[in-house]
Nanobody
Framework: QVQLVESGGGLVQAGGSLRLSCAAS????????MGWFRQAPGKEREFVSAISGTASITYYGDSVKGRFTISRDNAKNTVFLRMDSLKPEDTAVYYCAADPRGSIYRPAYWGQGTQVTVSS
């Protein structure tokens, strides 16, 4: 069983930056696809980004391409999401996710989420 704990959320002004972290435990981290999703009030959960175990492949949702960057540190069992040029519409609860089979859109494991609020 993989446990995921997010951190780094908070309140930021539009145009600002935040970096989210997700610490994983309970699994072979370097074999896991890791990803980020978000859910805004009244909306469905949305795919944000994902990264392969070796970091050789990354994926981004259309709404964040060019602004967000995903990375991972396999020595620390941690994945990061650097968010730049933040917009009010990026406000959401951000969830870390993991999957051992590469199912980046339907991951098996989820964190509890961290709130990101972007003020205009």
């Amino acid at each position: 069983q993989v446990q995921l704990v997010e951190s780094g959320g908070g309140l930021v002004q539009a145009g600002g930056s935040l970096r989210l972290s997700c610490a994983a435990s309970g699994g072979a981290f370097r074999t896991l696809f890791m990803g980020w999703f978000r859910q805004a009030p009244g909306k469905e959960r949305e795919f944000v980004s994902a990264i392969s175990g070796t970091a050789s492949i990354t994926y981004y949702g259309d709404s964040v391409k060019g602004r967000f960057t995903i990375s991972r540190d396999n020595a620390k069992n941690t994945v990061f999401l650097r968010m730049d040029s933040l917009k009010p519409e990026d406000t959401a609860v951000y969830y870390c996710a993991a999957d051992p089979r590469g199912s980046i859109y339907r991951p098996a494991y989820w964190g509890q989420g961290t709130q990101v609020t972007v003020s205009s």
